[in-house]
Nanobody, 122 residues
Framework: QVQLVESGGGLVQAGGSLRLSCAAS????????MGWFRQAPGKEREFVAR???????GYADSLKGRFTASRDNAKNMVYLQMNSLKPEDTAVYFC????????????????WGQGTQVTVSS
C-alpha cells in the first residue's frame, strides 16, 4: 500500500507557473506507476500525466509542451511542473498510484491523494 500527499497548489496569474509535489509513503514506491489527474468543478476527473517507474512519461495531448512530470524514487516524490498556465487549468490536482498498468484511466489507479487546488486567474 502507498499513501500520497500533494502540495504546491495555489493562486497564480495566467501565464505563470506552479510546481506540484506528491509525497509517497509506504513500501515499494519505485514499483508503482504514478499519475496526475485533475478535476474542475462540474467536470469529470481527467488524465494529466503518467510517470512510469522507469521514468518515462506520457501526457494528455492538450497539455504537451506546458506540463512536465517527473519522479525521484530515492525521495519517494513525484512532481508536476506546470508552465504557461491558463484559466482553464483551474482544478483540483490529484496524484495517483497503481501497480496494475501504466494507464491513463482513473479507474486503473488504486491509491489517491487528497488533491491540491490550483486556481489560475485571467
Amino acid at each position: 500500500q502507498v499513501q500520497l500527499v500533494e502540495s504546491g497548489g495555489g493562486l497564480v496569474q495566467a501565464g505563470g507557473s506552479l510546481r506540484l509535489s506528491c509525497a509517497a509513503s509506504g513500501r515499494g514506491f519505485s514499483s508503482y506507476f504514478m499519475g496526475w489527474f485533475r478535476q474542475a468543478p462540474g467536470k469529470e476527473r481527467e488524465f494529466v500525466a503518467r510517470i512510469h517507474w522507469n521514468g518515462n512519461n506520457g501526457y494528455a495531448d492538450s497539455l504537451k509542451g506546458r506540463f512536465t512530470a517527473s519522479r525521484d524514487n530515492a525521495k519517494n516524490m513525484v512532481y508536476l511542473q506546470m508552465n504557461s498556465l491558463k484559466p482553464e487549468d483551474t482544478a483540483v490536482y490529484f496524484c495517483a498510484a497503481t501497480q496494475r498498468a501504466w494507464g491513463t484511466s482513473a479507474d486503473m489507479y488504486d491509491y489517491w491523494g487528497q488533491g491540491t487546488q490550483v486556481t489560475v486567474s485571467s
